[in-house]
């Protein structure tokens, strides 16, 4: 179906609801977290009644992005006519919010993930997007709804976080086109880049001293790696979203071609985080092996079993894709 067809059906849908849930993926990272708050506001600004709601809290970094905490944990119990699921791939990454949304008449998903599993009743699945914020802006365009300041800064920062500054390949003519036409109605660059790129708290840096202490090569130094245990956390008063975009330091190390982070979840449950510098190495492919996924250069998943195991058996997958591809 046409992405015109899809907005429309969308905005169709919004008009004949009134209650409207907005929901994210667990673990929310910037296109996340401004995808569904940029959403959630436009639809309280159509008259909507509003609920954003997200299984763990607001990042400090992006905690700007909310000044009047739109953003709460799951409730059950309420009933909604739409819900929307907003760059989450697939419907088991919504975490406990998925457990309290099934009282609903629509469920919307808008994502960029290829490894979206189309688990809506509505699917706007548009891999080309470099990010989700983007889609939500296309469907704002496409329903003539004003982008306040407010909302921009929100779908500048989705669009920023998820292309690395614009840096990353996924980033298209069209994605410089949206961020300007933001600029435009009044996203404050300065701001955001002062909050979520120029100010970290000290806690990050000690977790970023504990990874450039411990982090390994192998595979003739084209694979990066490191664990981030409970105890790093303990030890450096740091919490998991002070690990965000800390696997980028080691992936521009110059012979690295994949970097990876194993992360401890529970004892037998390790979170793997995997990026690519090249287009002939898919780490999507890889996560999809187990069980996991996202896009060509950045991908995950969670793994079960003996930590060193799990360890053994992505480096051997990340191995084999070096192998075959150079």
């Not at 739409?82 to 998925?98: I, K, M, P, Q």
């Not at 989705?158 to 109605?185: E, N, W």
């Not at 790093?232 to 002070?242: F, H």
Request: hydrophobic share 35%.
């Amino acid at each position: 179906m046409k992405a015109s067809r899809i907005i429309q059906r969308i905005l169709d849908a919004v008009r004949e609801s009134e209650t409207v849930c907005v929901v994210g993926h667990v673990r929310p990272d910037g296109d996340c977290i401004g995808a569904q708050l940029g959403l959630a506001l436009a639809l309280k600004n159509q008259g909507k009644k509003v609920v954003c709601w997200n299984q763990d809290p607001m990042p400090k970094k992006l905690a700007f992005l909310d000044p009047d905490g739109l953003l709460t944990k799951p409730q059950k119990g309420r009933e909604f006519d739409c819900v929307f699921a907003t760059d989450c791939a697939s419907y088991e990454r919504l975490g406990t919010a998925g457990e309290c949304i099934m009282k609903r008449k629509l469920l919307i998903n808008i994502d960029h993930h290829p490894s979206n599993t189309r688990y809506g009743d509505v699917n706007w699945v548009s891999a080309r997007e470099p990010s989700t914020g983007e889609l939500i802006f296309k469907l704002m365009r496409g329903g003539n709804w004003a982008i306040t300041p407010e909302i921009a800064d929100c779908l500048f920062t989705a669009i920023s976080t998820d292309t690395g500054s614009f840096q990353y390949p996924s980033t298209r003519p069209a994605t410089y086109y949206v961020a300007g036409k933001l600029v435009d109605r009044g996203a404050d660059l300065a701001k955001i880049c002062d909050e979520v790129y120029q100010s970290y708290p000290l806690s990050r840096v000690r977790l970023l001293r504990h990874m450039f202490n411990h982090f390994r090569l192998t595979h003739n130094d084209r694979i990066a790696y490191f664990w981030l245990r409970k105890a790093d956390y303990s030890r450096t008063g740091a919490g998991p979203d002070d690990s965000e975009g800390l696997i980028d330091h080691i992936r521009a190390i110059e012979p690295v071609v994949v970097a990876c982070v194993f992360e401890e979840v529970e004892p037998g449950l390790t979170r793997i985080s995997l990026r690519s510098k090249s287009d002939r190495v898919d780490v999507n492919e890889i996560a999809m092996k187990f069980g996991g996924g996202g896009h060509k250069a950045a991908a995950g998943a969670r793994v079960t079993g003996r930590p060193m195991t799990v360890q053994r058996q992505v480096i051997n997958a990340l191995k084999k894709a070096l192998n075959s591809k150079h």
